[in-house]
Every structure is written in structure tokens, then in C-alpha cells.
């Protein structure tokens, strides 16, 4: 009896053996793990990644698991969304900032200003290799944007967000947050500007903007193209031309504020009215959102000369959400700029730092030209 119990006992033990073998992660084996377009790194030898939280959806709670569009924005703090997403220990060291928790609508220039110097000073040190940002998608284009243009150091940034709350039944954020993560620790990422990352893909902050109110697929580069994707591994299909990060003009170590810059819609029916109250405001450029290749009506016009005259810089955009605005003969005489590529909302962001260095019309065009 015992005898012809062996065999089972044997064949058993080894079954038990290679199950327990089967069931460590890679990572416990110690053998290196994919990480990026072919690159591994060791486990021990992971990089160091600073999640700075903002707030937005990817930190929104509602009681319900089906509401995606009624919950707070802002309602759980980076230690839960690290939590979350245990995951991200395999591929990154990971550790947490609480910047501020709030709706990216009320993103303002004081906190931008204060964001950007403090990925400046963490990516100044050695222990910090990599930056994720969570962020609503509200504003996050513009955030993303500012960054690319003052962050001095070569080492990723990524910004991230989700469309669904963290309450909800298929909840992207965790996915978005360890895309992201994976995308600050990939060597490939350096170099690249801000980035931006959801729904696996990733956006260059020049070129990436919302598009939709809801889903999830909202972010598109529909121009230029997303400059790469996730799909386990990270992939970088594109170069970014435009200036960025170390080799702009910027610098905001020592710049407490930003100057006014508001945007004007153009429609039917406008008026010059608008820019008189904006320039009454204390605004000292303002950005028109026109029609077309950045037309303007002849009343819009007479109230965009006279605030030329007064000393305030003008950038017409477009609200056609494509395209480049040209500079054209008929605008440049006033001294009107184009905003090149650029979306009204981004458009503002360049000119308000670019009126930190000049209020040059001519050096100011040179900025949208090359930024
Ligand atoms: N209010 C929005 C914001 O924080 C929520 C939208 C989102 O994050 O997706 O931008």
C-alpha cells in the first residue's frame, strides 16, 4: 500500500514546487523586468518617482458607483491614490506630495507658480529621477503646458488624470496613475518636455488638448499625433521640435507672480468693449479666440488696436481647435500676433510668461514661433 502511494506523493510535491515557483512575480526572482521600449531595470535599482496630487477626478469620491458625472472633485488624498495602486511598487519607488486638492478650474497662477518651483527643487536632487502630477482634466492641458516651458531639468514629468471618479465602476485613474508612473520611469521619457498621460497614450503638452466632456478617450494630439502609447511597455513614436523644458527662456525661481492674461471669444455681433474691460482689469495681454485663421470683426479689431496702443500685447488664436493662426499682413501692421498652433487657453499660458522677459511685439511673435 505504502509502496504505491510513493509515486503520488512525488508526482504531488513537484506539482506544489512548480505552482509556488510560478506564483512569484518576476520581480521576486530577482530577474530583470521589462520596463520601456526593450530597456529592464532590477528591482533594487528602481527609480525614484514623486507623485505630486492636485486633486480633479482621479481624486473624486461620490457614494455612488455608478455616478461618473455627480461626485466631489478633490475628495481623496495621494496616500489613497497610492494605495490604489500597489502595483506601481514593481516598477518605481514611489512616494507622495499633497500640492493642493481642488477642481482644476480653480487652478490659478499663484499655485502654478508654486507647482512648477517645486518640480524644479525635487528634480534638482539625485533622489528624485521622475514627476507624476494627477491633475483634473479641466486644466490640465494648461498646467502640462506651463511646465513644459519652465521645468529646467531633463528628467520626465508627467501629468495625469482620470474621467471617471475613483468611486466609480471602471474607474481609469488607477490605470492612468501607473501608466503614468511607468512613463516617469522610463529612460526614454527624458528629454520629451511635460507629457501627458491617459487612457494609454501619451500626449505632448504642446500639442495634447480635452476634447470631449466626458469620456475617456477626451485627451487627442489630433494634429500632430500622440507622441506614444502604453501597451504594458511604454512606446515613443514621435519627436517633439518645439522648445522646451531646459532650453526656454524661462525661469521662475524667482518670479513671484504672473502678469494678466485674458482671453476674448470671438462671435457674431462682438464688440471692442471687451477689451477695454480687460485692459480696465489690469490685464496686460490678452489672447482672441477667432474664427477661422484667427479673424476678427472690424469692431472686435478697432478694440484690439486701441489696446495695442495702450501698451497691451494681442495674440489671436483660433476657437476652431485646429490649425495654425497665421501672422498676415492685415494683422501684423497693427501689431496683432498669431498664436501659430497654439489654443487659446495654451496661447495665454505662452504669453504670459513671454511678458516676463519683453513686451517686444516683434520678440513676442518669436516665442510663438518657436515655443
Ligand atoms: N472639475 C474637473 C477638474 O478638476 C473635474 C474633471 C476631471 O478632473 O476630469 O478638472
Known sequence: MKKRLMPIVTFITALLLIAVGCSQSPQAKEAPHQTKNGSSSKKGNLPNIKILATGGTIAGADKSKTSTTEYKAGAVGVDSLIQAVPEMEDIAHVSGEQIVNIDSQNMDNKTLLKLAKRVNE???????????????????????????????????????????????????????????????????????????????????????TKTNTTATDTFKSEEMGYIGTIADDVYFNNIITRKHTKDTDFNIAKLKKLPQVDIIYGYQNDGGYLFDAAAKAGAKGIVFAGAGNGSMSDTAKKGAVKAVKNGLA???????????????????????????????QKARILLMLALTKTDDPERLQTYFNEY
Not at 138 to 163: C, I, Q, R, W
Not at 317 to 337: H, I, M, Q, Y
Open 122 to 208: 525635487l528634480l534638482r536632487s539625485d533622489d528624485t529621477d521622475g514627476i507624476v502630477i494627477t491633475h483634473g482634466t479641466d486644466t490640465l492641458e494648461e498646467t502640462a503646458y506651463f511646465l513644459n516651458l519652465t521645468v529646467k531639468s531633463e528628467k520626465p514629468v508627467v501629468v495625469a488624470g482620470s474621467m471617471r471618479p475613483s468611486t466609480a465602476i471602471g474607474a481609469d485613474g488607477p490605470s492612468n496613475l501607473y501608466n503614468a508612473v511607468k512613463v516617469a520611469a522610463a529612460p526614454e521619457a527624458k528629454g520629451k518636455g511635460a507629457l501627458v498621460v491617459l487612457n494609454d497614450r501619451i500626449g505632448s503638452a504642446r500639442y495634447v
Open 314 to 344: 494681442i495674440v489671436r488664436s483660433t476657437r476652431t481647435g485646429n490649425g495654425a493662426v497665421t501672422p498676415n499682413r492685415e494683422f501684423e501692421k497693427d501689431r496683432l500676433l498669431a498664436s501659430n498652433s497654439l489654443n487659446p
